[in-house]
């Protein structure tokens, strides 16, 4: 069975940092690109980045909105990706998801499985 | 970058009704995807490259579209159906701004 869980959210003050963790299961990890989408409350989803396999390396490329501040990585040796976020403002509160991606359907890449989300709050 | 306009921003139906929801790109696509998000849950890949049912996915939802317009189409909606729904397309890394259904 396929588990995403993430963990590392919490409140933060401006400027601060923190690191998401997202523990996998199921799957060979290191066959899959993986990324991170997050959710302000109310609001819509946003993807942040994503990190390729193995047979590409393992680069990333990001949002904009988080390009230079966020920085996502991978421990392949326990199938965990990482979402460090540095600088972080008030408009970055949301609930964080990881996601596989694969390109197993119709040849096109998807998000197939999501983890629970993680909640970041960025409050004084 | 590509935008995913998605309308209505709210819907409501009744049950047994045939709704459509759709998903505007700013430039032309190959594919769309669609996500279905119930009340404080992850999201759920619906439909993918389009018009294809995801495993599990119920035969009332399909999908259709190509170029700019895309959409998705509930034969007959059931009260499970209830969610925030999104359009997503993976090569252009946006998704659309999601259509709220409720059910009347």
């Known amino acids: 069975e396929v588990k995403l869980v993430e963990s590392g959210g919490g409140l933060v003050q401006p400027g601060g940092s923190l690191r998401l963790s997202c523990a996998t299961s199921?799957?060979?990890?290191?066959?899959?690109?993986m990324s991170w989408v997050r959710q302000p409350p109310g609001k819509a989803l946003e993807w942040l980045g994503f990190i390729r396999n193995k047979a590409n390396g393992y680069t990333t490329e990001y949002s904009a909105s988080v390009k230079g501040r966020f920085t996502i990585s991978r421990d392949n040796s326990q199938s965990i990706l990482y979402l460090q976020m540095n600088t972080l403002r008030a408009e970055d509160s949301a609930t964080y998801y990881c996601?596989?991606?694969?390109?197993?359907?119709?040849?096109?890449?998807?998000?197939?499985?999501w983890g629970q989300g993680t909640s970041v709050t960025v409050s004084s | 970058q590509i935008v995913l306009t998605q309308s209505p921003a709210i819907m409501s139906a009744s049950l047994g009704e045939e709704i459509t929801l759709t998903c505007s790109a700013s430039s032309s696509v190959s594919y769309m995807h669609w996500y279905q998000q119930k009340s404080g849950t992850s999201p759920k890949l619906l439909i993918y490259s389009t018009s294809n049912l995801a495993s599990g996915v119920p035969s009332r939802f399909s999908g259709s579209g190509s170029g700019t317009f895309y959409s998705l189409t509930i034969s007959s909606v059931e009260a499970e159906d209830a969610a925030d729904y999104y359009c997503h397309q993976w090569s252009s890394w946006t998704f659309g701004g999601g259509t709220k259904l409720e059910i009347k």
């Open positions: 996601a596989r991606d694969t390109s197993d359907y119709g040849g096109y890449y998807a998000m197939d499985y």
């Open positions: 199921g799957f060979t990890f290191t066959d899959y690109y």
